[in-house]
Nanobody
Framework: QVQLVESGGGLVQTGGSLRLSCAAS????????MGWYRQAPGNQRELVAT?????????NYSDSVKGRFTISRDNAKNTVYLQMNSLLPEDTAVYYC??????????WGQGTQVTVSS
């Protein structure tokens, strides 16, 4: 069984920063891609950022967070981070961690709330 434990969400003012963490543990094959998605009320879940390990780490960001958010990973700890700077009210959402192994199904975290006040 695989567990994803997320942390770091909270309430912050516009322009502030937060750092999300997601640690994967349990019976999981080597992780290919780790990522963050978010879902605001009434909206579909959307990609925020992913980081894929294939020789070197390759990152991918949604246009709405480019230049403000940075994704990184610690492969030894099976942990992914999302540094969020210059936060905006439209970044308010539940943020979900996603882990994709090289083999087998992917996994989702339970979600962590990020609220940006104006």
């Amino acid at each position: 069984q695989v567990q994803l434990v997320e942390s770091g969400g909270g309430l912050v003012q516009t322009g502030g920063s937060l750092r999300l963490s997601c640690a994967a543990s349990g019976s999981i094959f080597t992780i290919k891609t780790m990522g963050w998605y978010r879902q605001a009320p009434g909206n579909q879940r959307e990609l925020v950022a992913t980081i894929t390990r294939a020789g070197t780490d390759t990152t991918n960001y949604s246009d709405s967070v480019k230049g403000r958010f940075t994704i990184s990973r610690d492969n030894a700890k099976n942990t992914v981070y999302l540094q969020m700077n210059s936060l905006l009210p439209e970044d308010t959402a539940v943020y979900y961690c996603n882990v994709v192994p090289w083999f087998g199904t992917d996994y989702w975290g339970q979600g962590t709330q990020v609220t940006v006040s104006s």
